[in-house]
């Protein structure tokens, strides 16, 4: 097996990821300012109720955001998705654990950690019709297991837009 990258291109596999709306924070919701994604079951998913997801402890699965628009018109939007979880219904002050993190931006000052990550890639990517990210995460945080999911967007930028749909799945997870 080869210690370097195979120059050969090639298309990476991703999960297979069917949607359901029971799992789903929104379905093509447009954010134009910092706030929760909730245009579906309040925006707020509850790991400890029926099934598909389990009843309790660790629950593993694919958070899944499908970008469907995006504006980088003016050269200085970013977008921070955040997914939190917490144990408080309510995502009260002090409750809440930051579980996994995903940013978009115009250019490479926008991005989190800017000089390692430059710039975010053309969204949709050439040839495609648009950007599905899928990140493996769980609930389970420092030995604490995390009963409500809730995604959130810091916007920033002269015009910032972005349209998504976004869900959890757990179909074929290994995490």
């Known amino acids: ?24 924070f929104c379905s093509a919701q447009t954010l134009t300012a910092t706030g929760y994604f909730n245009n579906l079951n ?3 998913l509850d790991l400890g109720g029926a099934a ?6 660790r629950t593993d699965f694919i958070w899944c955001m499908d970008i469907t628009a995006i504006d980088v018109s003016s050269n200085d939007e970013s977008y921070k998705v955040h997914l939190f979880g ?11 654990e930051l579980l996994a993190f ?13 000089t390692i990550l430059g710039a975010s890639p053309t969204i ?15 609930n389970l945080m420092q030995r604490i297991y ?8 810091v916007a920033a930028g002269t ?7 976004a869900y959890i799945s757990r179909a074929n997870i290994n995490v």
């Open 1 to 24: 097996m080869a210690l370097t990258a195979n120059l050969i291109p090639s298309q990476v596999t991703t999960f297979p990821c069917p949607y359901d709306a029971m799992l789903a």
């Open 42 to 44: 309040s925006g707020q």
């Open 52 to 57: 598909p997801v389990s009843a309790a402890g």
């Open 86 to 96: 917490s144990n408080d219904v309510a995502f009260g002050n002090g409750n809440v």
């Open 102 to 114: 995903h940013d978009f931006a115009a250019v490479t000052a926008g991005r989190q950690v800017a």
């Open 124 to 138: 949709p990517p050439t040839g495609l019709g648009g950007t599905i990210v899928q990140l493996p995460a769980t």
């Open 146 to 153: 995390y009963r409500y999911l809730r995604m959130y967007l």
């Open 159 to 165: 015009t910032p837009s972005i349209t998504l749909t």
